[in-house]
């Protein structure tokens, strides 16, 4: 089995429009968006989703409101603004007013773990018959530090698994699909991104599938070293614009340090012919080849609004570029051995 990942420096260069149109070309294979923060292959291939999974990772503060006293220590001690008073009298106001309440007597301190808890409380009093302050979580703004649930002195903040998004199989017109998409706000796309590719592979696994044809994500980041490491090899598409160059010397580079084959498309290189070759220069430099050139074409916009593949919409200009690099890729990929990342994406 061997697995194509088709990446790029940052998005918008043009790689889900050539991964839509390969799945056209690929024969015996299992598709993958690893794209997990911005999937968008979906679009283009419209699967049939035949089961759902949650993906859970990392924790969130939750208060039980049964156990809680209303003392103010989660909204203190929570360095991200996460907790929310929601009645009761003003905390925040009663913490900024204890700046010039308090004489320095060191009272709370002696007499409690928390002095914020202690000037708190003391506020409270000092304000007679306040009514008890209640507070929830925003679950957007919780990082899962876990400060708050050792510091609550009522143990009443519960730490359950965060459901940070979805992952799905699903059958294409070109063939079945694993892919997936991180809830809002959440993190850890990397650890995703290697559950879909881990599911990609089981999949083919089963199904006898020889390839697994990779939507990888954007960037240099996390999720996209997930989704390169022990693959076959990559396919870096970039767009000859200066910012297009960098980007690709940058992915490059993380490719070698993982020690991926890698090669190039240039995207759109008619927009302009001079960095086009710069970047093939460069990428002559770096022992890159270049496997083909894909030419600007309003014809990919338009399929996209259909949800077809170039492939299926056009049969001339860049669908020709598209075949012609396909052949390349199945000539560059046959040379090399396929090596699990199994263990690699398992410390992710
Ligand atoms: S620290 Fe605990 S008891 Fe105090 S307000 Fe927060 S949840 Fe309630
Ligand atoms: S877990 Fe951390 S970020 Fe979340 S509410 Fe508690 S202290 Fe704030």
């Known amino acids: 089995m061997k697995e194509l990942v088709v990446i790029s420096g940052k998005g918008g260069t043009g790689k889900t429009s050539v991964v839509a149109a390969f799945?056209?070309?690929?024969?015996?294979?299992?598709?993958?968006?690893?794209?997990?923060?911005?999937?968008?292959?979906?679009?283009?291939?419209?699967?049939?989703?035949?089961?759902?999974?949650?993906?859970?990772?990392?924790?969130?503060?939750?208060?039980?409101q049964e156990a809680c006293t209303g003392c103010?220590?989660?909204?203190?001690?929570?360095?991200f603004g996460a907790v929310k008073q929601t009645s009761g009298v003003d905390v925040e106001w009663m913490l900024r007013a204890s700046a010039h309440a308090c004489d320095d007597c060191d009272f709370c301190v002696r007499s409690c773990p928390n002095r914020s808890i202690d000037m708190i409380h003391a506020m409270q009093e000092s304000y007679g018959d306040a009514d008890r302050a209640t507070f929830v979580i925003d679950p957007l703004s919780c990082e899962g530090c876990g400060v708050c649930v050792d510091t609550c002195p009522a143990k009443a903040i519960q730490f359950p698994e965060r459901i940070a998004g979805e992952w799905y199989l699903s059958d294409t017109r070109h063939g079945p699909m694993v892919h997936a998409r991180l809830g809002i706000a959440a993190e850890n796309s990397g650890k995703l991104v290697s559950l879909v590719r881990q599911q990609a592979r089981q999949l083919a696994l089963e199904q006898g599938k020889d390839l697994i044809l990779i939507d990888g994500p954007p960037g240099i980041g996390?999720?996209?070293?997930?989704?390169?490491t022990g693959a076959t090899m990559?396919?870096?598409?970039?767009?000859?614009?200066?910012?297009?160059?960098?980007?690709?010397?940058r992915v490059t580079e993380l490719a070698h340090h993982f020690q991926i084959p890698a090669y190039l498309c240039v995207n759109k290189w008619d927009i302009n012919l001079n960095l086009t070759e710069t970047i093939e220069k460069c990428a002559v430099q770096f022992g890159v080849q270049a496997l083909g050139r894909i030419r600007y074409d309003?014809?990919?916009t338009k399929?996209?609004?259909?949800?077809?593949?170039?492939?299926?919409?056009?049969?001339?200009?860049?669908?020709?570029?598209?075949r012609d690099l396909w052949q390349q890729v199945i000539s560059a990929i046959s040379d090399k051995e396929y090596v699990s990342s199994m263990n690699a994406n398992m410390a992710l």
């Open 222 to 228: 996390c999720p996209v070293i997930a989704s390169i």
């Open 23 to 64: 799945a056209s070309l690929a024969g015996n294979k299992v598709l993958a968006d690893c794209d997990v923060d911005a999937a968008d292959l979906h679009l283009i291939l419209q699967p049939k989703t035949h089961s759902v999974h949650e993906f859970r990772s990392g924790n969130e503060a939750v208060i039980l």
């Open 72 to 79: 103010g220590a989660c909204l203190v001690n929570c360095r």
């Open 298 to 300: 309003k014809d990919v």
């Open 234 to 249: 990559v396919l870096i598409i970039a767009e000859p614009t200066l910012s297009g160059q960098h980007d690709f010397q």
């Open 303 to 322: 399929a996209q609004i259909q949800g077809e593949n170039i492939l299926e919409y056009s049969k001339n200009g860049i669908a020709a570029d598209v």
